[in-house]
């Protein structure tokens, strides 16, 4: 909206309202006249419509008929009749003569000027054949008031309870002749039907089924202040100045129904009213509308504006508007279409907010249209701040969508939610600039339609400043009434200004519809989120889409993991929630809690957690999530439900012992194709119903993966630790361990680098054997470190027997590659199956030192079988009666038994040379088998040259001797094609 439109808009309505005024100057309450009638006296024996003896009351009924002229006109019609008592050839003869009841008013033509000083009710025999005119030509007498002296008002109601109906009042009589010419007609009348307000307060009028034209200034206007009922008329060409009105009320209530109002300055208004329903109107060509101006002033109910239709303005046309409300009224439902301005809010002066819905504006690309025009102004009288809400309405079609005015020293407060304003040529939204933008600006224009999803087409659409986000992904509608947009989907964005007590992101949270997807671009947001209903969560990928915490509360006191008045960055209270694509930092610059770790001043107490003390939520998903700088939980489904956590990077989780990076507490879910590091505790699952975790990978953390308590619960499965990498503990630290499981887990194909303990199973409460296969665990020489730790111990709780199967398990470079604990009156029961324990300071240690609680260890019960065993100090075995058999040892001399090291007295009766320690048949350690083996074990077994190492390297035959058997069988394979090394170990 241009600058110079404002000013014209401005001039035009202030020109109207100030007219106005004169009517309110001239309301004077007093009491109404009794209208008391005088008898009509008829002479026994006389003819009818003489003078009578016998005196009559006044009827309650008469019938009006402009051609009657004497009784035998009226004997025509109806012979019970009296001409002059009952019947009358004009209106007001009919009203004069009448008491209490009704007119009735016959078809033809009445040329008077009509006062209803009594209640009664004026019944035309329809719009389209009974006709008056006025009898007097005065449209204009004087200025001022609708009621100057000397003014042709065609009725003029001056009695309650006055009901008026079936009529044409034409306001340009052939007969006359005013000279003021308007729509084509010569105006005579001044008013249509109006009240007169001079003398007092009049209730009650209704007028329906009446046709109102060729009026100078009022068709039908409730003038005094009283109640009125206006429906089903028709009222045009009602526009001899800027102060015309189609059909008005002034200080009264009531209403305003499926009138159609064509060619009038201001169509349908109600000033100062007490409250008035307009609904079913249409209007057609002229310069406003409908509105309402200063309602609620004097009290009274709230103004409703529904469901009528606007249409075809001249230049500079209103829609609908609303001016200085005192209490706010609903402008819903309406259709307004090729309007120059659609709908209008201007000034208050008092604290209210109205609202306009569902309705449909479409400029339908009428020249320098506005689809909404909200202003602080109050044209020619002090301007006000204003506060409005728009929703579910299109504004389509216009030149702006919306042009939003704030002058100095005022705020303009709008709120535009679930609208399509699309299709607006020049703009959405249009802020006022120079004085029109002076003042300030409040808009929140999240949740719209705005004829894209693209940012920066949506920001090119509209002023600086202004709140766009959250947006729809589409324009659909789904459904009635007004534009009911798609919740489905929403975009949100920080390059969008951000207003109200919530983030940009926990907005469109709050708004989506269950099973909806918020997709956040690019950008950084401040935010605390709960997440309420079933939802995706989609940002633009880790490192782009990036959230911090609003409120900075890591440890405010209180037990557990979600005391009151914790900073949570995301907190999940329902099911079939998905996080994707998003860093969530805890460390936010500006905030400062003082709790400092690993470099990062922590002001989240948790990531993504669920609300557990609400309920259980189930399906939870956070996939290719960064979660960073968190002082107790990175991820953590809390509540007992399902879960499924992939691909995402969770670092310096570690806020205190408790801390854990990824996390489930009674669950069932997948950890799968994580990296985690620099926490407490890296992923684990306490009291499980059967988790996976698969891939993951664990750096620099106190533990790696543990399960703890798992499969307790009816309808568990066990867990499962396959295929994940963990590197470089802390002291102290832990790889993999299983704490008390109720269902046996399965550890397999795990690498364990660098990490103080390995595997580690800790007691149990029932008899269950978790199985560890295939793992490597490498103690890079870390000092102190344990490849295999087995304990009774249950830390912090009692104790309980456990019972272990290792196998396929490569256990190296480590303090001790096998380390037993077993505590007075429990149980350790640990299976070493086809294992290589190797390079170790000590293989395995059993019984030996303390427990954990400062006890005697009493060691386990082992069975020790086919494994291989090359360290610094094979064993030390303080146990009897273990098993020992068919294990490979690295200092068994291949002659006889091996005494295992340790008081135990163990022995291994048959140990083997056979154990994968390397190419069978290489006997120099060449990497390959070749003539120089079969020298080399000559020289060996004849002339007292160097073993080979390990011994079982030389023994091709597999009968756990090396003699010239194994000679004989090398050359054969190498010369002869003879069957490989070893083939009969197979």
Not at 15 to 22: H, I, K, R
Request: aromatic share 10%; net charge negative.
């Amino acid at each position: 909206m241009s600058r110079m439109k404002s000013v014209a808009l401005t001039v035009f309505v202030a020109s109207l309202l100030m007219g106005l005024l004169f009517d309110s100057a001239v309301a004077i309450n007093k009491p109404v006249s009794s209208n008391v009638d005088t008898h009509l006296l008829v002479t026994t024996g006389q003819s009818k419509g003489q003078p009578s003896s016998t005196a009559l009351d006044s009827p309650t009924e008469v019938w009006v008929d402009d051609s009657w002229n004497n009784q035998g006109d009226v004997d025509l019609y109806n012979p019970s009749l009296i001409f002059g008592y009952d019947a009358f050839n004009t209106i007001q003869g009919g009203i004069d003569g009448v008491s209490g009841s009704t007119v009735h008013i016959l078809s033809g033509t009445y040329i008077e000027n009509i006062t209803v000083n009594k209640s009664v009710e004026l019944s035309g025999a329809g719009a389209g054949s009974c006709f008056v005119y006025p009898l007097l030509s005065a449209p204009m007498p004087g200025a001022g008031s609708s009621l100057p002296d000397g003014a042709s008002n065609l009725v003029l109601v001056q009695a309650n309870d006055v009901t008026i109906s079936g009529l044409t009042l034409d306001g340009d009589n052939p007969g006359l002749t005013s000279g003021v010419v308007v729509g084509g007609a010569d105006l005579d009348a001044r008013n249509g039907i109006i009240t007169d307000h001079r003398i007092g307060i009049f209730n009650n009028l209704e007028i329906y089924e009446v046709t109102v034209k060729n009026i100078y200034l009022r068709g039908i206007y409730a003038s005094s202040g009283g109640t009125f009922n206006f429906h089903y008329n028709t009222v045009q060409n009602v526009n001899g100045e800027a102060n015309s009105i189609g059909i008005f009320n002034f200080g009264g209530s009531g209403f305003f129904d499926h009138n159609v109002v064509s060619d009038c300055n201001d169509a349908i208004s109600s000033n100062h009213s007490k409250g008035c329903q307009f609904t079913y109107n249409t209007v057609t060509n002229s310069s406003s509308g409908i509105h309402t101006d200063n309602a609620g002033d004097a009290g009274g109910t709230a103004d409703l504006i529904e469901n009528n239709s606007v249409s075809n303005s001249p230049a500079g046309g209103y829609g609908i508007w609303v001016f200085v409300p005192y209490i706010a009224p609903l402008v819903n439902s309406n259709t307004i279409s090729n309007v120059e301005i659609g709908l209008t809010y201007a000034c208050s002066y008092s604290i209210v907010t109205p609202r306009f819905t569902n309705n449909i504006v479409d400029g339908m690309g009428k020249s320098n249209s506005t689809g909404l025009y909200v202003t602080t102004e109050s044209w020619w009288w002090d301007s006000g701040d204003v506060t409005s809400i728009f929703e579910n309405n299109y504004i389509i079609g216009n030149t702006d969508g919306a042009y939003i005015v704030a002058e100095a020293g005022f705020t303009n407060t709008l709120t535009l939610f679930n609208n399509s304003i699309s299709g607006n040529a020049n703009s959405n939204i249009t802020n006022g600039t120079g004085a029109y933008g002076a003042g300030t600006f409040a808009i929140n224009a999240s949740g719209n339609w705005w004829g894209s999803n693209v940012p920066v087409t949506i920001a090119a659409s509209l002023s600086s400043g202004i709140d766009y986000t959250p947006w729809f992904d589409t324009g659909a509608d789904t459904g009635d009434p007004g534009f009911q947009g798609d919740f489905n989907a929403l975009w949100v964005d920080d390059d969008s200004p951000q207003s109200g007590t919530v983030g940009r992101i926990q907005e469109a949270l709050d708004a989506i519809l269950s099973g909806g997807t918020v997709s956040v671009l690019a950008g950084t947001y401040i935010d605390n989120l709960i997440v309420a209903k079933p939802m995706i969560l989609l940002g633009a990928g880790i490192g782009f889409s990036l959230v911090y915490p609003s409120l900075s509360a890591p440890n405010p006191g209180g037990a557990g993991s979600l005391p009151p008045d914790a900073s949570n960055m995301v907190l999940v209270q329902a099911h079939n929630v998905s996080i994707t694509g998003f860093t969530f930092d805890g460390d936010n610059p500006s905030l400062t809690s003082g709790v400092v770790a690993g470099g990062a001043d922590l002001d989240a107490r948790n990531g993504i957690i669920t609300n557990h003390p609400l309920g259980l939520f189930n399906n939870l998903t956070v996939d290719h999530c960064a979660v960073r700088n968190i002082y107790l939980r990175g991820i953590y489904a809390s509540s007992g439900g399902t879960f499924n956590f992939h691909h995402n990077i969770v670092d310096n989780v570690q806020g205190e012992t408790a801390s854990i990076g990824v996390f489930n507490f009674y669950g069932a879910g997948v950890f799968d194709h994580n990296t985690v590091s620099n926490c407490n505790d890296a992923i684990a699952s306490n009291w499980s119903s059967g988790c996976t975790f698969t891939y993951n990978d664990v750096t620099n953390s106190g533990s790696g993966i543990h399960t703890d308590n798992a499969g307790n619960a009816v309808g568990s499965t066990a867990d499962l630790i396959e295929n994940n990498n963990i590197s470089n503990s802390r002291v102290n630290g832990y790889g993999i361990f299983v704490f008390a499981p109720y269902l046996a887990p399965v550890i397999n194909l795990n690498t364990i680098t660098n990490v103080d303990v390995g595997l580690t199973c800790a007691g149990s409460y029932v008899s269950v054997t978790p199985q560890f296969t295939n793992n490597t665990v490498n103690g890079m020489g870390k000092a102190n470190s344990a490849g295999v730790y087995v304990t009774t111990e249950i830390w912090g709780y009692t104790s309980g027997n456990v019972s272990v199967h290792f196998e396929n398990n490569t256990i190296s470079n480590l303090t001790e590659g096998v380390y037993l604990v077993g505590e007075t009156g429990k149980t350790n029961s640990t299976t070493l199956l086809n294992n290589n324990i190797l390079q170790n300071g000590l293989g395995i240690s059993n019984g030996v030192g303390l427990t954990f609680g400062g006890g005697p260890n009493v060691g386990a019960v082992v069975s020790a079988t086919q494994n291989t065993i090359a360290n610094t100090v094979n064993a030390t075995d303080n146990k009897a009666g273990n098993t020992y058999t068919q294990n490979c040892w690295s200092d068994w001399s291949g002659v006889g038994a091996y005494y295992v090291g340790g008081g135990g007295g163990n022995i291994d009766n048959n140990p083997s040379l056979h154990c994968g320690m390397g190419l069978c048949g290489d006997a120099d350690g060449s990497s390959n088998v070749d003539i120089s083996d079969a020298v080399y074990l000559i020289a060996y077994i004849f002339s007292g040259g160097t073993a080979p190492n390990p011994l079982g390297l030389g023994d091709a035959t597999c009968d756990n001797i090396v003699d010239i058997s194994d000679v004989v069988y090398l050359i054969a394979y190498i010369f002869s094609g003879g069957l490989a090394p070893c083939a009969a170990c197979e």
